[in-house]
C-alpha cells in the first residue's frame, strides 16, 4: 500500500516474539532489537507507516531508539494512588511516550479492578488531565463504568480500548460477543471520549472482510464520528486466535484487520483518512514523518 495518499498508523502493537525460543546464547538487548525487526516486518509488509507500541519500557525504548519518528509508546500504568500520579507526570515528560493506559478492568474476568473500585486510578486521571496525558482505558466491556471519570475530567483525552468490549482471546468467549456495545455508545455525547477500532476480526463468526461485523461497527461510526475513531491491528493478539471461517485454523492475518476498513467501499476517503491515522495524530498531537 505504498501508494496511500495518508498515513496509516497502527494504534496498538505490542512486543511480538520470534516463534521458536533463541538460544540463550544470545543476550536481551540483541533480542529486544530482533523482535523490533519482527514488528517492523510485520508493519512494512501490509503498508503500515507506524505505530503506537502499548509494552514494557525496554521495548518501547528500543523501538524508539532504532526507529525515532516511526514508533512512540504507551506505557501501561500499574501503580496506584500518589505514585500513579507520579508515573503519570514522569510519562508527560518522556518524549518516548505519547500516551498511558490503564487497566480498569481484569481482562480475565471482564469485571472492573478493585484498584479502579476503590478509588486507587482517581489521583492518575486527574493527574492526567492536569498534565495533558491521553489516557487509553482497557475495559473489556465495562466502558459504561467510565462515565463518573469521564464527567469528572471533562479536561481529560479518553480513549477507550478495543471498542468497548470483551474480545477473545484474551478474555472469556461470549455467547453474543456485542452485548455491552451499548454501553460504549452512551459515552458518545462526551467530545473528549475516543474509541480505538480495535479487534474487530475477533468479533466475527465470518472469514475475510467479516461482514458480519459492520452492521455493530457502523453504529460505532455514526455515534462517535471517523474524528473520534483511531484503528488499531493488536496483531500480536490476532495470532493466537483461531479464525471464524470454516477453512481456516490459524489466527487472522495483520493485513485482514487493516484490509477490512482500507478496501471497505461504504467507507469514503476522509474517513479512512481519519480513522487510519487522522484521528490518531490530531488527539495524541503526534506524526510520523511522510514516507
Not at 508515573?87 to 484498584?115: C, H, I, K, N, Q
Amino acid at each position: 500500500m505504498k501508494g496511500t495518499a495518508f498515513d496509516i498508523i497502527d494504534a496498538q502493537i505490542h512486543q511480538p516474539a520470534p516463534p521458536l525460543p533463541l538460544d540463550d546464547a544470545v543476550d536481551d538487548a540483541t533480542k529486544l532489537l530482533l523482535n523490533v525487526e519482527i514488528a517492523r516486518e510485520a508493519m512494512d509488509s501490509v503498508g503500515v507507516d507506524a505505530a503506537l507500541v502499548v509494552a514494557a519500557l525496554p521495548y518501547i525504548d528500543a523501538c524508539v531508539s532504532r526507529y525515532p519518528g516511526r514508533f512512540i509508546g504507551v506505557e501501561t500504568f500499574a501503580a496506584t494512588g500518589d505514585d500513579l500520579a507520579r508515573a503519570v507526570e514522569r510519562a508527560r515528560g518522556d518524549a518516548r511516550l505519547v500516551a498511558g493506559r490503564l487497566l480498569v478492568t481484569d481482562f480475565r474476568t471482564t469485571e472492573l479492578s478493585p484498584a479502579f473500585t476503590q478509588g486507587g486510578m482517581d489521583a492518575g486521571f486527574a493527574a492526567a488531565a492536569a498534565v495533558g496525558l491521553p489516557l487509553f482505558l482497557s475495559t473489556h466491556g465495562q466502558a459504561a463504568a467510565m462515565r463518573p471519570v469521564i464527567e469528572r475530567h471533562p479536561a481529560l483525552t479518553v480513549i477507550i480500548d478495543h471498542l468497548g468490549v470483551s474480545q477473545h482471546p484474551v478474555s472469556p468467549a461470549r455467547a453474543d460477543v456485542w452485548d455491552r456495545l451499548d454501553g460504549l455508545l452512551g459515552l458518545a455525547e462526551y467530545g473528549h471520549v475516543h474509541v480505538k477500532l480495535c479487534g474487530a476480526p475477533l468479533l466475527s463468526a465470518e472469514a475475510y472482510p467479516f461482514a458480519d461485523t459492520w452492521p455493530q461497527l457502523q453504529r460505532v461510526i455514526a455515534a462517535f464520528g471517523p474524528e473520534r475513531l483511531m484503528w488499531a491491528s493488536d496483531y500480536t493478539r490476532l495470532r493466537m486466535a483461531q479464525a471464524g471461517g470454516p477453512t481456516r485454523n490459524r489466527g487472522c492475518l495483520y493485513a485482514e484487520t487493516l484490509f477490512m476498513l482500507l478496501h471497505d467501499s461504504a467507507l469514503d476517503r476522509a474517513a479512512k483518512e481519519a480513522i487510519l491515522g487522522g484521528t490518531l495524530k490530531r488527539v495524541l498531537n503526534w506524526s510520523p514523518p511522510r514516507r
